[in-house]
């Protein structure tokens, strides 16, 4: 199995910056995707940000597109998700996804959140 570790959760000012660290472990993979999603209070969890460990291609949702930046550190296996000028709106715990995509359920992991406060 695999394990999901995220941390750099706290609380910041609006127009601040955090940067989200999930280190994985555990059983290795050929071709796979990490990434993050968060859920707000009252709200349903929503993608923000992945990147393909194969040959890194990003996605991101649309609101956090020029705000958030998701990178990855190969040797480490960890992914990182830098978030720049942050809003009140962006608060909501962040989670870490690595998953191998739709024709294999079974391996999706997810890490326990990590939570992200912005103060207005």
């Known amino acids: 199995q695999v394990q999901l570790v995220e941390s750099g959760g706290g609380l910041v000012q609006a127009g601040g910056s955090l940067r989200l660290s999930c280190a994985a472990s555990?059983?290795?993979?050929?071709?796979?995707?990490m990434g993050w999603y968060r859920q707000a209070p009252g709200k349903e969890r929503e993608f923000v940000a992945k990147?393909?460990?194969?040959?890194?291609?990003?996605y991101y949702a649309d609101s956090m597109k020029g705000r958030f930046t998701i990178s990855r550190d190969n040797a480490e296996n960890t992914v990182y998700l830098q978030m720049n000028s942050l809003k009140p709106e962006d608060t909501a715990i962040y989670y870490c996804?690595?998953?191998?995509?739709?024709?294999?359920?079974?391996?999706?992991?997810w890490g326990q959140g990590t939570r992200v406060t912005v103060s207005s």
């Open positions: 555990g059983r290795t993979f050929s071709s796979y995707d």
């Open positions: 996804r690595l998953w191998l995509g739709a024709d294999y359920p079974e391996y999706d992991f």
């Open positions: 990147i393909r460990w194969s040959g890194g291609s990003t």
